[in-house]
């Protein structure tokens, strides 16, 4: 059976079929190669054809990995990373009072699987590329993770305390609603947490 994720996929290689990879791809960070163009995502190299997305490594692609490189190679967003960050749903102007409740649904397998254990954390994100900012206080471990060429999230892992438990929070440069919508960057989202997840089950 046909899930919802594979036919939004079916749905958007339209898009891929005509997009002018030549004119796109550049802009966006990928690198022409015979037969296409080659993108990073998430440290793994995929190629980029009219036709749809696969990856170099012959391992299995999941579908919403596939759906967020068509919706980015398929942007007209362009610009410089701005390196100012904020969480995914303050780039979308939400209610206030629902952020916080969107961000713990988000977030909440991060802190089940990491929340405790600080230096399985560190092992899974290094993996990815991930690169760990100077400290900027007591418990507070700050990352950067460049997911795609054009999009660097910022994630943030605190310990646990006398008076909180412990939180991992993704945030994003302010520019990446340039390259992908909401819906998009929150399919990313997914993206990254099950990446982190399958490292440190790689483990």
């Known amino acids: 059976m046909t899930s919802g994720y594979e036919k ?22 990928a690198e022409a190669t015979e037969g296409g ?18 990856a170099t490594d012959g391992r299995p692609v999941d579908v919403n990995n596939r759906s967020v490189i068509i919706y980015y190679i398929t942007s ?4 410089e990373l701005s390196y100012d960050f904020a969480l995914l749903e303050r780039l979308t102007g939400m209610i206030a009072g629902r952020n916080d409740l969107a961000s713990g649904v988000m977030h909440s397998p991060l802190v089940r699987e990491f929340g405790g254990d600080y230096e399985k954390f560190k092992t899974s994100i290094t993996k990815l590329g991930g690169v760990e900012e ?12 460049l997911a795609l060429p054009k999009i660097l999230s910022q994630i943030v892992y605190y310990e646990a305390d006398d008076e909180f438990p412990a939180d991992i929070q993704i945030m994003f440069d302010k ?3 340039r390259f992908l919508d909401f819906e998009c960057l929150a399919f990313l989202s997914g993206c990254m947490i099950r990446a982190l997840i399958d490292e440190a089950g790689a483990a």
Do not use: D, M, Q
Not at 8 to 29: F, H, M, V
């Open 175 to 177: 520019t990446s609603p």
């Open 76 to 79: 007209n967003g362009a610009g």
């Open 134 to 145: 100077p400290p900027s206080g007591p418990g507070k471990h700050v990352w950067r993770l």
């Open 37 to 54: 163009f080659h993108i990073s995502f998430l440290r793994r190299k995929y190629l980029i054809t009219n036709e749809g997305v696969t």
């Open 8 to 29: 939004i996929y079916s749905t958007i290689l339209p898009k891929l079929a005509e997009c002018n990879l030549a004119e796109n791809a550049p802009r966006l960070g």
